[in-house]
């Protein structure tokens, strides 16, 4: 605790309520966003906390971020509460304001500092093991919107603007290829070609949105498994990780969690023939997430889900191709070629999708009858 960073960390530590004096404070977790640390205090049997730095690079509006963490964590708790939930801290985020009330701290570096209650005897995983912890994950998902299906969306700040706008990333990547900056347009035609042919199908669930045939709903937007707590039996504790909590469809959701959690590759798989489905991994988190989400869910969304897992994957491939041809201004890459590649991957996730389309459907048609 002698060098300087911590020193500042133990300072802006200071400014929060928590019981008892600060002794260590620890870099934690996994996560890629935010930094992320555990703080410890000598109050005998007492909590420990969850200190984190904002990403405001990422997040430029961190107080409309944190409003809606608030609002969203005590809808989540009263929900709970009423429906007789005993041990409603475990079951969800606790923030911890600071010592003025705030929500949030910004330090003399511009730096946004936030608390909650670390939840003891949790973990996460980066990647599906089992497709019994698939269903933890669509359970954790699906309960997440379900106790969020009564609060008007609304009330919350669009955090990140377009996040999940085909149309806008569609728009981003024709200007790009007019624009050909790096003059890669030529080399990328044929996954060009893929991307307009199936253009149109993609804008299956804008298209319903705008036609007014899905509520907007309240949305996590960011539906990995790392942001799952699990207890130590793999059963679902929490979700975590609300920054990008916002107003939006739950096809969204659905589909990035599919996204993530069937693919049994990394998203930069080079070697194509890895990445393939976890058909097992799908069938359990659709169940999962059906046996939370089937009542609330209007005909039309239930029917925009299989949209959203096609979207999804085609959503991110447009992504990473667009800031390839723009000369890799957005994304890190550790090669040249990494934006290619993980256009590549994405790209191969859509096709072993459409291959097994009519799999995917009978799951899901299955996943909404009553066991
Ligand atoms: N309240 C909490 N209790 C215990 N562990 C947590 C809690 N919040 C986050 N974590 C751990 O910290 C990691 C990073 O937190 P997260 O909010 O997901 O940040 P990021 O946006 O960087 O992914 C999580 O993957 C999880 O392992
Ligand atoms: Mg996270």
């Known amino acids: 605790m002698s060098d300087n ?30 930094d992320t640390y555990c703080v410890k205090t000598d109050k005998v049997g007492g909590k420990s906390y969850l200190l984190q730095r904002i990403n ?14 608030k609002l969203v964590l005590d809808h989540i708790k009263g929900k709970l509460a009423h429906l007789g939930v005993e041990h409603v801290e475990k079951a ?15 330090d003399e570096n511009g730096d946004y500092w936030r608390m909650f209650i670390l939840l003891e005897g949790t973990k996460s995983y980066d990647i599906v093991e089992s497709a019994n912890q698939a269903y933890s994950a669509g359970q954790a998902f699906g309960e997440f919107q379900m106790l969020l299906s009564d609060l008007n969306a609304n009330k919350l700040v669009e955090i990140l603007p377009n996040f999940h706008n085909i149309d806008f990333r569609i728009n981003n990547l024709k200007e790009v290829i007019k624009r050909d900056p790096v003059k890669r347009v030529a080399e990328v035609q044929d996954i060009l070609d893929f991307v307009f042919e199936r ?20 949305t ?39 996204r993530t959690i069937i693919n049994s590759a990394a998203e930069d798989e080079a070697d194509l023939s890895k990445v393939v489905l976890n058909i097992p991994f799908f069938e359990g988190y659709a169940k999962g997430y059906m046996s939370k989400a089937k009542d609330f869910l209007t005909d039309n969304e239930l029917s925009s889900l299989l949209d959203g897992v096609f979207l ?11 800031d390839y041809i723009d000369g890799d ?34 799951i899901l048609e299955s996943s909404v009858q009553p066991v």
Do not use: W
């Not at 997040?59 to 409003?67: K, P, R």
């Not at 790392?226 to 990008?244: G, W």
């Not at 999804?312 to 667009?322: E, G, I, W, Y």
């Not at 070629?337 to 799999?359: C, D, F, G, M």
């Open 5 to 34: 960073r911590s020193e500042s960390l133990i300072e802006s530590t200071n400014y929060f309520d928590v019981e008892g004096s600060i002794i260590s404070v620890e870099r934690f977790g996994s996560g890629h966003i935010n």
């Open 92 to 106: 969800s985020l606790t923030l911890i304001p600071t010592k003025t009330g705030d929500l949030y701290r910004q």
């Open 329 to 362: 201004t957005y994304y890190k890459i550790q090669y040249p070629e990494h934006n290619l590649v993980r256009t590549k991957s994405q790209i191969k996730l859509v096709q072993e999708l459409e291959a097994h389309e009519s799999e995917l459907v009978e």
């Open 312 to 322: 999804l994957p085609f959503m991110q491939a447009v992504r990473f191709l667009t």
């Open 220 to 258: 996590h937007n960011d539906t990995k498994f790392n942001n799952v707590l699990l207890d130590s039996e793999d059963r679902v504790q929490c979700v975590i990780d609300l920054d990008t909590v916002m107003p939006g469809y739950v096809a969204y959701d659905f589909g990035d969690a599919i």
């Open 56 to 69: 405001h690079h990422i997040f430029v509006n961190v107080d409309g971020l944190m409003q809606n963490t």
């Open 199 to 218: 253009e149109e199908r993609m804008r299956a669930v804008l298209l319903m949105a705008k036609e007014g045939r899905l509520p907007l709903r309240i």
